[in-house]
């Protein structure tokens, strides 16, 4: 009866647990997050998305304090002298404006910048299940999520999501 009940309850689990799907679009609450630009402007993640519509985008989210962002910059560098087409956005998870900046310029990141207030917890990070720093996302011309999740600059999902 045990056995019964026990593989009973296996496949009811089973069956209710969905395999969890990799989005390919990013919720209202990712697009109607407010970072901060590079210039001090508030700007909605939709209306940076739009900016680039029509263009591959890289999305690199790190910090200046994140060992692991700071051992990837050069396989990003990297990935930008040979994808010249994409566009690289950077969502800074720096604890405050001041230690983002000089992270900019200490670590010579090229690109487009934006900070994300309260960081890897704000509700854009919840929104993409920010876990890790690094996290690449690769955004289609279309603008579709293609590569949802990578924490390595030269993991193979992310080089063929480039071409």
């Not at 969905?18 to 402007?41: D, M, R, Y």
């Not at 200490?106 to 207030?117: A, I, N, T």
């Amino acid at each position: 009866m045990r056995k019964h009940l026990f593989i009973f309850l296996v496949s009811v689990l089973f069956i209710s647990c969905k395999a969890q799907e990799t989005p390919t679009q990013f919720t209202q609450e990712a697009l109607n997050f407010n970072f901060i630009s590079s210039e001090g402007e508030n700007i909605y993640f939709k209306n940076i998305l739009e900016k680039h519509q029509g263009k591959t985008i890289l999305i690199d989210v790190w910090a200046s304090w994140c060992g692991d962002c700071i051992k990837g910059m050069p396989k990003v560098k990297a990935l930008q002298e040979t994808n010249p087409d994409v566009v690289f956005v950077f969502l800074s998870a720096d604890r405050s404006l001041k230690s983002w900046e000089k992270g900019i310029e200490k670590y010579q990141v090229k690109g487009e910048h934006y900070f994300m207030p309260k960081g890897m917890k704000s509700v854009f990070g919840k929104s993409i299940d920010l876990d890790w720093i690094p996290r690449y996302l690769i955004i289609d011309p279309q603008g579709n999520i293609k590569l949802y999740k990578a924490i390595k600059a030269d993991d193979s999902k992310l080089l063929k999501a480039l071409n």
